[in-house]
């Protein structure tokens, strides 16, 4: 008897449990009205093929928004992450304007590598490989001398470089992201007043206003909902704006995500450094960045080709490197005519000139133009959910009981970073550039994107098939998340050796 009064319990249990997590997985699925109000329209075949057939004859070039591009200024260039997505579109866009090639320097961790700089004016730029996390490597790239012909000109820092994790979130794992994106911002500050420059702009992140998604309601209200009014999970969806940087900063575990964490505080190292004499602001582009080879949001899903997702109704504001470039020279021309500019010291987010999409659009892009195969899975949102806490819970066993790390295989691949913090920067977002959109008289910076996003992801596709031509598989490409692993590697090793050294 007893063990039957067991066995009804533990079933029913069961049950319950299957039921509630049943539900949680039908909310993850839903689109709320309020989101598909903003987003309303999808990507059709049709659509996209004559996208693709524009843009295979006529593609976007730099010539194409010459005239957007602000006025040349009579200065010196420092780019951190200058071969970079963003660094690299900054110093096309200074080429174009007529910057000579001698009055820009790259300050970058790895060779040039972008096929659009590898020619021409770009390829004649001084590239000084660094490691920003290194206050010595950062000052002798900016006291380098410079040729006699600019050395007299002012001087303006873009700082993009950074490291992207996406999804850890513990903070005994933070140390990449605080060395890297928050000791190297410090690093980058303190070596441009040294060598007195009145200009520094960073590239900042939208996802700093993300806060973490509550997966977890209550069984009661899950459970006794309809399918026609089902709860919505906290944070679930969110606006990406500016608002948190005049709030108190959050903690820790109010980011999805140290890389976040790691953001928001550079961005404030930034601003707060303010003056006349340094004149600081920084660019927030919207989430996620792309535009070009190895980028992660579509290059890294082309390279998939069996690609798996929970998140295929999720509404995004994406946003192209060129514009974000852009915004980037758009602040600095604003900060050199006016040294009192209101607009100093503060973030402007930045997005593409049109709607937010879904990544299902993506997906549908990508399945409709792409010359290599790609096959969409769609998993349970929630399994995923489940996997990542698991993935999570299994990867910071040797960091916190170091001898495991001999004894416990180490997750790789695109598992290692199935971690709850993903699910928190892929949900549902709509970002808003009013104020950088605003007129510069008006405290805004005048921005206004070139490229929409349905442009700018059928160009990539077009460049994709251009790259793949005759190839049945997808080549592999070195991503910003595969390049911090490897940077993560290379900090973990020159550890060891200078531990062996003492």
């Not at 590239?127 to 600019?150: C, G, M, R, Y």
């Not at 948190?244 to 890389?259: Q, T, V």
């Not at 470039?325 to 758009?330: G, Q």
């Not at 592999?476 to 973990?492: G, N, Y």
Request: aromatic share 8%.
């Amino acid at each position: 008897m007893v063990f039957l009064m067991v066995a009804v319990c533990a079933a029913s249990l069961s049950f319950l449990t299957y039921t509630y997590l049943a539900r949680l997985n039908r909310i993850l699925l839903n689109t709320p009205e309020s989101i598909q109000k903003v987003s309303p329209k999808r990507w059709t075949k049709d659509e996209l093929r004559q996208t693709y057939q524009r843009l295979e004859k006529n593609p976007i070039t730099i010539k194409d928004y010459a005239s957007r591009i602000p006025p040349k200024l009579d200065r010196r260039y420092i780019i951190t992450g200058g071969s970079g997505l963003v660094g690299g579109y900054i110093v096309l866009q200074l080429l174009e304007r007529g910057q000579p090639p001698e009055s820009i320097r790259i300050v970058e961790f790895r060779p040039l590598s972008r096929a659009d700089m590898l020619n021409g004016p770009a390829s004649t730029v001084d590239l000084v490989n660094t490691d920003i996390s290194s206050a010595e490597s950062t000052n002798k790239a900016f006291e380098k001398p410079w040729p006699s012909s600019v050395a007299h000109l002012p001087l303006t820092v873009f700082h993009t470089a950074a490291v992207i994790t996406p999804s850890d979130r513990s903070k005994l794992v933070y140390g990449l992201c605080e060395s890297v994106n928050e000791r190297g911002t410090q690093n980058i500050l303190n070596a441009a007043r040294k060598v007195g420059a009145d200009i520094l702009i960073s590239t900042s992140s939208g996802s700093i206003s993300i806060r973490p998604i509550k997966l977890w309601i209550s069984p009661w209200k899950a459970l006794t909902s309809s399918n026609a009014n089902l709860p919505e999970m906290k944070n679930r969806l969110q606006i990406m704006d500016e608002k948190d940087f005049f709030e108190p900063p959050r903690k820790h575990e109010e980011h999805f995500a140290n890389y976040a964490v790691s953001k928001a505080r550079a961005e404030r190292i930034v601003c707060k450094a303010n003056s006349p004499e340094l004149r600081t602001g920084s660019i927030r582009p919207a989430n996620g960045v792309y535009g070009q080879p190895g980028d992660n949001t579509l290059w890294g899903t082309l390279a998939m080709g069996d690609c798996p997702t929970w998140c295929a109704n999720v509404i995004q504001p994406f946003v192209h490197g060129i514009n974000v470039a852009l915004a980037h020279l758009d602040y600095e021309a604003v900060l050199a005519s006016n040294p009192r500019a209101p607009q100093a010291g503060r973030p402007f987010v930045v997005t593409d000139p049109s709607p937010p999409v879904s990544y299902l659009d993506m997906y549908q892009a990508i399945g409709t133009l792409s010359n290599t195969p790609f096959r969409l899975k769609l998993v349970p949102p929630i399994t995923m959910w489940l996997l990542s806490y698991a993935v999570e819970w299994y990867s910071l066993l040797p960091v916190k009981y170091p001898f495991l790390k001999r004894m416990l295989p180490e997750v790789k691949g695109d598992l290692r970073h199935m971690k709850p913090g993903l699910f928190s920067v892929t949900t549902h977002i709509v970002a808003t550039n009013d104020n950088a959109s605003r007129r510069v008289e008006e405290g805004g910076l005048g921005y206004t994107g070139v490229v929409t996003t349905l442009e700018g992801m059928v160009q990539e596709i077009v460049e994709w098939n251009i790259e793949h031509k005759g190839h049945k598989q997808a080549k592999k490409f070195q991503t910003s998340v595969s390049l911090a692993d490897e940077i993560a590697k290379a900090a973990e090793a020159a550890a060891v050796m200078e531990k062996l050294g003492k």
